[in-house]
C-alpha cells in the first residue's frame, strides 16, 4: 500500500447515511445502473468538450462506455475513458456531499428514491444500494496527475490511495451485496442497460456480440453495443424522411400499426424540449393505452409515465420526450406546481393543436381518412383542456348518417334553416346505433333533417361540452320523443281528454304492456296524424345521458340506479287507435299486438313476452 494512503470521513451529517440509502431506496434498485452509466457518460463528453475548445490535445482514442459483470469476484464494473479524476477531484465530488438537514429530507420522500437521489446529486452512491463495497480507480485527463483508488465498504469511512493506471478514466467496481445478486446476472444487466441507456449519446458495450456457430452460441470479436447514440428525435426535423419517423416508431413499439401522424419537438427557449410525439392508430377503444411516452433528460431514460408533465389527453400519445430542465428528481406533486412544467404542458398543447389544424388546411381528405383514429385525442383534448378547445373548435369533425363529414361552422350553415326550432334553439340530431335506431333515423330523414353519428366511447361527454359551448343549441338522439316533438316548429294540436277519460286510456295500454325487469313505461297522448305510428317508443334524452354517465363511472349512484324510463306515446290520430279504444271490449288482443310491435320494433321484446307475441300473432292468421 501506498504511504500516501488517505483515510477519512465522508462529509454527511447524518450518522450513517448507507443503511438509509439501502433501506429507503429499495424498491428503485435498478437506478443505480443509470447513475454511474450516465456520469461515465457525462465524463467522456466532457473529454470532447475540452478537446473541441482545444485544451485536450491527446488523442480521444475509443470512447465506449464498458459494462462488465465478473461472476468469480461478484463484481460489476462501468469502465469510460473520460477526464477521470485527480484526487482533488475526488475530495471535493465524492467525499463532500453537501446534505443539509438530510433526516428532514429523507423522510419526507421515503418512498421517492429518485427524489433523494436528485436532490442530493447522490448519483454516485447509489452504488451503495447493491453493494458492499465499492472501487474508483480512476485517472485524470491532466498529464501530471497520479492515478488514484478509491475505496469504502458501505460505512461513512473511505481509504484513497495512488495506483497504477495505464489508461486515462475511471473504473467503477461495485462488489455486489449477497441480497442483490440478481445485478450479477447478464440478462438483467442487458434488461437494464437496454431500459436506461439506449439512447445515450456515448457509446455502451456490454461483451461481444454472440453468434450461433455448430449449433452453440460463441462470442465474436464485435462489441455488444446497447445504445442508438443518435436517436431520432436528437437529429433535425429537416433531416428526417418520413421512414425515419416510422422507423424509430417501430423501434420503440414493435407490435404497433404504422402511426397516423407526428409532431417533430425542438425549442431551446425559454425552455429546452426536444422529442417525437405520434399519433398511434387506434383500433379500438380497447388497445387505447396511457403511459407509452417516455421522458428522457439528455437521452438519459428518467420513466415512462409522464402525467403531470403532459396535459392528460396527450398522455394518449407516444413517443419521446427529452428536456433537462424538467426536474426529474422530484415527486410529482411538485411536478404539478414547477413553472417549466406547465410551459412545456402548455407549449405541447399547442404544438398539438397547431399540427393537427395544419393537417387539417393542407390535407382535409388524409384528415377524413383518420379521423376515426384521431378523434378520441380531440374528442379527449376538447372536454378536458379549455385552450385546447379553441384551437379544436375549428377542425374537429362531426359524421352524419351518410357518412359526411362537417367541422362545426360547417354543418350549423348545413342545418340552420330546417332544424331550428320555434324557440330559436339550434337542434342536433345524433343516433348512437344506426341499425338500432333505423326507423327513427328514417323520420327524421322524411323531414329532410340530418342525423348525426355519435358512437365514440367519449361522444355523451363532448356532445354536453358542445351544449355548454355552443349558443342556442340542443343535442338529442332521434329516438328520444316523437319525430314532431324533437324538433317543436310550431303548437302541436291540443290533446283534449278528460282526466277520466285519459286515466283509462292509460290503464288501457298499460294493462297491455308486458312486464319488462328494471323498466318503466310513461303512457302519454299526441296527436301526431293519421299516417303516423299508432304507438312510439322514445327515451327522454336528459334521463337516458344521466343514466349512461352514471353507469359509465360505475359504482353505486342516484341515477345509475333508477329503473330505465320510457315514453309510450299513442297517436290519437291513428285509425287503428281510434278503432280499438272505441272498441275496447273485443280489442285485447289488438291493443296487446299494437303494443307489443312497438317495443319489438326497439328491441324491448324478448322472453316471455316475445314468445306470446309470435303465438298470438300465428292465431290472428287467416287460416284460409
Ligand atoms: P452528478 O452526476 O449529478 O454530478 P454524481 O453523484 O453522479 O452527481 O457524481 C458526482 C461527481 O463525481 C460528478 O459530478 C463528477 O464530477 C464525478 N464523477 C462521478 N463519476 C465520474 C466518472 N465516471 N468520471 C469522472 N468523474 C466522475
Ligand atoms: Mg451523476
Not at 4 to 32: A, C, M, R, W
Request: charged share 30%.
Amino acid at each position: 500500500m501506498d504511504t500516501q494512503t488517505q483515510t477519512g470521513h465522508i462529509g454527511v451529517t447524518t450518522e450513517n447515511i448507507f443503511p438509509i440509502i439501502k433501506k429507503f431506496l429499495y424498491s428503485d434498485h435498478e437506478i443505480f445502473v443509470r447513475e454511474l452509466v450516465s456520469n461515465a457518460v457525462d465524463a467522456s463528453q466532457k473529454l470532447k468538450t475540452l478537446a473541441s475548445v482545444g485544451e485536450f490535445k491527446g488523442d480521444l482514442g475509443d470512447l465506449t462506455v464498458r459494462v462488465s459483470v465478473d461472476d468469480k469476484k461478484k463484481t460489476l464494473t462501468i469502465s469510460d475513458r473520460g477526464v477521470g479524476m485527480t484526487s482533488e477531484e475526488i475530495e471535493k465530488y465524492i467525499n463532500q456531499i453537501a446534505f443539509s438537514s438530510a433526516n428532514d429530507f429523507l423522510d419526507k420522500y421515503k418512498k421517492d428514491a429518485n427524489a433523494i437521489i436528485g436532490h442530493f446529486g447522490l448519483g454516485f452512491y447509489s452504488a451503495f444500494m447493491a453493494s458492499k463495497k465499492v472501487e474508483i480507480i480512476t485517472k485524470s485527463w491532466k498529464d501530471d496527475a497520479p492515478a488514484m483508488k478509491w475505496e469504502c465498504d458501505g460505512s461513512p469511512e473511505y481509504t484513497m490511495f495512488e495506483v497504477e493506471k495505464a489508461d486515462r478514466g475511471t473504473d467503477i467496481i461495485l462488489h455486489i451485496d449477497d441480497e442483490n445478486k440478481e445485478f450479477l446476472e447478464k440478462y438483467k444487466i442487458e434488461s437494464l442497460l437496454k431500459k436506461y441507456c439506449r439512447f445515450l449519446p456515448v457509446s455502451v458495450a456490454f461483451g461481444k456480440k454472440t453468434e450461433w456457430k455448430d449449433g452453440k452460441s460463441v462470442e465474436t470479436d464485435e462489441d455488444n453495443i446497447i445504445n442508438d447514440t443518435n436517436p431520432a428525435w436528437t437529429r433535425k426535423p429537416a433531416d428526417m424522411t418520413n421512414d425515419d419517423y416510422i422507423k424509430f416508431y417501430k423501434d420503440l413499439y414493435p407490435f404497433s400499426d404504422d402511426p397516423l401522424f407526428w409532431i417533430h419537438l425542438n425549442v431551446d427557449y425559454p425552455f429546452n424540449l426536444t422529442g417525437i410525439l405520434y399519433f398511434p392508430k387506434v383500433r379500438n377503444g380497447i388497445d387505447l393505452q396511457k403511459n407509452k411516452i417516455q421522458l428522457y433528460s439528455n437521452q438519459v431514460y428518467v420513466t415512462d409515465s409522464v402525467e403531470g408533465i403532459v396535459p392528460e389527453f396527450l398522455t394518449l400519445l407516444h413517443g419521446v420526450m427529452d428536456s433537462p430542465d424538467i426536474p426529474l428528481n422530484v415527486s410529482r406533486s411538485y411536478l404539478q406546481s414547477d413553472g417549466n412544467v406547465k410551459k412545456i404542458s402548455t407549449y405541447i398543447t399547442k404544438k398539438v393543436a397547431d399540427r393537427l389544424e395544419e393537417i387539417f388546411k393542407n390535407d382535409r381528405p388524409q384528415f377524413e381518412e383518420k379521423w376515426d383514429s384521431l378523434k378520441i385525442f380531440v374528442e379527449y383534448g376538447i372536454i378536458s383542456d379549455e385552450k385546447f378547445y379553441e384551437k379544436a373548435s375549428k377542425f374537429v369533425l362531426i359524421k352524419d348518417v351518410e357518412n359526411k363529414f362537417y367541422t362545426l361552422d360547417e354543418y350549423k350553415t348545413l342545418i340552420e334553416a330546417n332544424q331550428t326550432d320555434k324557440d330559436k334553439n339550434l337542434i342536433y340530431l345524433y343516433t348512437t346505433n344506426k341499425d338500432e335506431q333505423y326507423a327513427y333515423i328514417a323520420e327524421a330523414k322524411d323531414k329532410a333533417y340530418d342525423v348525426l353519428v355519435m358512437d365514440g366511447q367519449l361522444d355523451i361527454h363532448f356532445v354536453n361540452k358542445l351544449e355548454q359551448q355552443l349558443k342556442d343549441s340542443r343535442f338529442v338522439r332521434v329516438d328520444s320523443d316523437v319525430i314532431d316533438n324533437l324538433i317543436k316548429k310550431g303548437d302541436s294540436k291540443e290533446v283534449k281528454l278528460t282526466d277520466d277519460e285519459r286515466n283509462a286510456l292509460v290503464e288501457l295500454f298499460k294493462s297491455a304492456t308486458p312486464p319488462i325487469e328494471k323498466t318503466d313505461f310513461i303512457v302519454g297522448f299526441e296527436h301526431l296524424g293519421e299516417k303516423g305510428n299508432p304507438i312510439t317508443i322514445t327515451q327522454n334524452e336528459f334521463m337516458r345521458r344521466m343514466k349512461e354517465m352514471a353507469e359509465m363511472q360505475g359504482g353505486m349512484n342516484f341515477y345509475g340506479d333508477m329503473p330505465l324510463s320510457y315514453n309510450m306515446t299513442v297517436n290519437l290520430d291513428s285509425p287503428l287507435v281510434k278503432r280499438v279504444v272505441d272498441d275496447k271490449e273485443n280489442s285485447k288482443d289488438a291493443i296487446g299486438q299494437i303494443v307489443d310491435l312497438a317495443l319489438l320494433a326497439n328491441g324491448l321484446l324478448k322472453g316471455e313476452a316475445l314468445s306470446k307475441f309470435v303465438k298470438r300473432s300465428l292465431e290472428m292468421m287467416p287460416v284460409n
